[in-house]
């Protein structure tokens, strides 16, 4: 047979003409020592070429059903899945509203402790116009209206 190369064909010998020759039919039983070909190894060095099996050793398929046993085995093993995702899902949620709370109870604290600090002055209806007027824009966004009952 021809075997295409580079720039033109080269004649290989055939696989017939191997085995005929005296000095292959001598060492047919030293092939197998030969160190280059290992057990489990392809000769060709390709390592993503897997050997072949024979279709009669491919008896031991898995079947498609399962036993009953095996059924419950899988039933009780997603239960005890399910509980610790949902423990895992609820200790999150704990958490988080923990969190939360702590955060809120933060910003009243802080708003309680504004208040605490401010300056405050009592203005009557009287002089709130003059007062107005005197203060810049700036001093006009802090001023607050508050009931004098509920006053720090």
């Known amino acids: 047979y021809q075997r295409r190369v580079h720039g033109g064909f080269q004649f290989a010998r055939t696989k017939m003409s191997d085995k005929n020759t005296p000095e ?29 099996t024979r279709f009669s050793s491919c008896t031991n398929v898995k079947s498609l059903r399962s036993s009953w046993a095996q059924k419950q085995e899988q039933r009780q093993q997603r239960d005890v899945i399910r509980q610790k995702n949902r423990e895992i899902k609820e200790a999150k949620e704990a958490h988080s509203e923990e969190m939360r709370r702590r955060q809120q109870q933060r910003k009243r604290q802080r708003e309680d402790n504004e208040k605490k600090g401010l300056v405050v002055q009592k ?3 009287s002089t709130i116009k003059a007062k107005l007027k005197k203060m810049s824009k700036k001093q006009r966004h802090l001023v607050m209206t508050w009931d004098t009952n509920q006053m720090p």
Not at 24 to 52: A, E, I, L
């Open 24 to 52: 292959t039919q001598n060492s047919v039983s030293s092939d197998n020592s030969d160190p280059s070909t290992v057990p489990g190894r392809n000769v060709s060095g390709r390592p993503w070429k897997d050997q072949k």
């Open 123 to 125: 203005m009557n209806s």
